[in-house]
């Protein structure tokens, strides 16, 4: 008995210095690790974790003008965006936005990608042509965009009188003036994703269409059966962060439209903006803000869920 | 592989074509700034040339502090997310600890936060830290970014591990790991970020309105915006001059590290 | 290589820190030029004024810094209205609050409500400073039970723009602008009929222009006599009253003499000058802009009111100039100080011409300056008499309550809808109930 004993005392020791060691090391470790994020860390927590719990605390309160809490309103905030046809409206413009201005962004920033892509002379310059409106803010794109529409002046309707069409009330007719923002946003969104596509398929193996063209496939078979397909994970990184780029879209919106006609371009961080500066309602821009997180994250988790499993990575 | 001149030809129609129509409104834009205001009121074709709407620009604000301002505003921004996102992403990639993962997911949700929604609790941030009016207010809000830490991390994904273990057996310490070897090895990731980081700063609008009562730390952005009126008639000439001012530094930006920045933006996307 | 790396990285930090550094030198030196302009006692104005406004202002200022050696007046535009007044209930109370700030008129019950301003009434007791040489008409808006909060400044009324030459055209009086809701009816449709490509009449989406056609009639926006004598529980208007408005337009849409310009009304203007409209309702504070820039003879004339109700007048539209609490003395004296600048003949008939706001003080109209514009542009004159044939009442009074710039959004939605085509009775109808349901959210959000 006495001789095994000590065995398995021996044993455990040793047990226990390996386990403290090994929490040792796995302390060591986080700590090095907390080392290198920390700066990030305080930073998120102050100017981004923060301010959104505060939105969420002051999502269930009224306000007065200074942002004070006053009445406490537990859901009611949130009860009355669901049923406010302003808000419901805002939420159905977001969505229509996305969808006016995402796939139209991809499909012609791929389009103008594919034609850079050619070894041509001069190649480097349109390159740099497409890219250029990455380089615009918002607030000059949205000048520039304003003067466009302009019913009198802008060009645009100067192109369709004279090519004997009727002018069209760009930014005052419900039914242009979402598309009227769209395009706005679209030419504002062409230069990054461009370059983001231009750089997926520079980095498509050239190998690919050598065998191609032994067995004399045509341009658009090559399209269709090559560049797409190995473009892929591109394509998931661009819509992603397209998507989340448009839901937060403001400042064309401010410029070009205020939310007009009738609330037609009304979007939800617009809504929000409203809520908060001009009416001075921080609970309920606060709830809706809380809605729009939400809204973005659901999207963003679908996204991953379906569209992922799906991407071809090389 | 050799393209036959018709084919050439097509794709130079279609090239020419595209640039026209997306530097269409910046070309508009420029002429429209050299030309008298009773020209574009009218809508016809520039009889005249003139510099009067850039002189009346720099006449009503003070445009080159704006810029200047503007100029150390991007500038400390885009170092900061250099650093911040650097080591951010090197403990993400290179560093094994206990809830890396969901430190991990937390960074990319704060990119979900729409920045409009949280703008007046981070006012009131800056207010309490006598921030405003300051360039630390203008900047420091901005230093963190999910969207640097990704790329960053995407990047030094494509380090080989042979190579921290190689350094380990050598005796070096995380840090100079990181300043010795991984920092060199992205220096195109590190660049696209630069260029990133200082086109999205330079261009914000809301947020130095905010956080600036005067024309001491006013970015360029905001000058635009007091160029246009609110009862008076605007004067297109000088507005479009004051969007040129504001477009010029950053298209010449643009043209220096394009080849860079769709370099690096790729690598962040694809692998 | 490892070189390179390691000097950069020490660039980025020394540059950093060089920053930051900075940061600190440049904020001391400003505070040194505080002290250095010494005995000078600094204020800092904020406002709303950008594009020609500003230019005026800030040529005002530099002549009242001018003009003594005491007082540095340091003009600090903040945005719009609405932007520069979430920002000062931010900062209020703080060292980054101005020493007085600019704010348009929908805002001054908010402003009151605040408790952060000093009532522009304490400086006018302690210097026996005469306020009533002042506009009348204006300073009724601005004083509430006989105490002034604030001192108004640029000041602006709705006046009708229109077309002389296209009436010429269309067999109308030039000479003659229709006064009625109902002869403008007419005026457009013979004007669309002698001209297809103009339309007869634009009215811009904007609550202020809906809210003043509202006064025009004697009615009042909200109820207890416009929020004058107690906190407001609903609108003041009957149903009469507010859809004779949306009628009137709906009847031009449907005659196809409407232009529709949303709520964007330097597109409007823009229209006029080419031509493409011949009447409009805008502000009078753009009046010598569009004369000045029209290649035809504008005529302005008086507000339009329906057909079976008398003229009552226009309320006062624009913004005026509060004191903040919680400064030092001296530096709101200084401020007081140039609120009275301000306010002199000389400086107001400046103002008056330099941008077409009204002049608070009716002495600045005998000014040469004024009396030449004038004599140059006639029209100029009609905003004047507009103003002062306006009937003293609750309703041109105005309107007080801290939901106004909600309010108006409301009614600017509903305009919009009827501008395309939308019923007059259901928007009519949403419009009411979403006003009544912001006071009703306004009230209770004040806790009480």
Redesign the interface.
Known sequence: MSMIYPTIETNETYLHQAERVKRQN?MK??L???L??L???I??S???????F??IYLSFFLTNAQ?ATTVFTGWDNYKALFVDPIFIKSVKNTFLFVFYTVPPTVIISL??AV??N???KG?GF????????????????S???L??FNP??G?LN?VLETSGLDAIEWLTDPKWALIAVSATTI?MN??FTF??L???L??IDSSLYESA?IEGSGYFYKLRRITIPMLS??FF??IT?SI?NT??T??QIDILTQGGPANGTNLI?YS??RE?FVNYQ?GA??A??VV??IL??LM?ALQFKLVERKVHY? | ?M?SMRK?IV??V??II??LL??G??I??IV?SFMT?QD????RLPTAFTIDNYIAAFD?LPLLQFLFNSL?VS??IM??Q????S??A??FVF??????DF?FY??I??????????V??????I?DL?W?????GLT??F??TT?G?FLLRQNFKQIPKELREASLIAGMG?FKF???VV??VSRTSLVTLGIYGF?TS??M??WP??AS????VRTI??G?????????????GV??AG?VI??IP??I???LG?KK???G??????? | ??K???IL?LG?LL??TA??G??TT??SS?EDTKTKSGEKQVV?F?H????????TLDSIVKDFNHSQNKIQV?A?????YD?AL??FN??AG???A?TMIQTFEIGTKSMINSGNIIPIQEFVDKDHYDMSGLEKNITNYYSLDGKFYSMPFNS?TPVMYYNKDAFKMAGLDPDKAPATFEEVETAAKAITKSNPDMKGFALQAYGWLWEQLLANQGALLLNKDNGRTDTPTKIGWNEEEGKSIFNWVKQMVDDDTFANYGTN??NM??GF??GDVAMFLQ?S??AR??ID?A?FDVGIAFLPHPEDKERQGVVIGGASLWMIDGKPKAESQAAWEFMKYLQKPEVQAKWHVG??YFAINPAAYDEKVVKDAWAEKPQLQVTVDQLQSTKPSYATQGALMDMLPEGRKIMETALETVFNGGDVDKSYKTAVQQFNEAIKQANKARGK
């Open positions: 796995q470790s986080f090095k690790g907390m290198f994020l700066p990030s860390i930073l998120f102050v100017f981004v974790f923060y301010p959104m505060k939105t942002g389009i103008l034609i850079a050619e070894k041509l190649i349109f390159r740099t042509v497409f890219s250029s409106t990455m380089g615009v803010s918002v607030a000059a794109a000048v520039f965009w003067y466009l009198t002046m060009l100067k030419w062409i230069g370059l983001i231009l750089g997926g520079q980095s063209d994970p591109t990184f661009v962060v989340i839901f937060q403001f400042g961080v929000i903006y908060a921080f821009a606060s809706q803000a729009l997180f973005i994250l963003t090389q | 592989m393209l050439k794709f130079y279609l090239l595209s640039a997306l530097a409104p910046a508009m834009a429209m205001n574009i009121l009218t809508g009503r150390i500038i400390v170092l900061g250099l650093i911040l996102s080591l951010a090197y403990a560093l094994e600890f206990k809830g890396r430190l937390l960074f949700a704060t990119m979900m936060v729409p920045f409009e929604a949280s007046i609790p981070n006012f009131h941030i207010r006598n405003i009016d300051t360039y630390a420091v809000p230093f963190a969207f830490t995380d990181f300043l010795t920092l060199p086109l330079w261009n609008y809301l309105l905010l009562t005067n024309d001491t952005q905001i635009l915006k007091q160029l246009q009126t609110q009862e008076q008639l605007n004067q297109w507005i479009m969007a504001v477009i950053t298209l930006l643009l043209f394009q920045l769709q370099k933006l790729t690598e962040g996307a694809v692998k | 290589m490892k390179i790396m390691s990285t980025i540059l950093l920053c930051s900075s940061n440049s904020k400003a800092t904020w709303s004024m950008s594009g020609a406004g500003q230019e340091n600090e535009f903040q945005g719009t932007e979430t920002k931010a900062v703080t060292n980054s101005p602006s009304g330097d203007i823009a000058l080419s502000s504070a753009s802009d569009v820039n290649p941008t077409g």
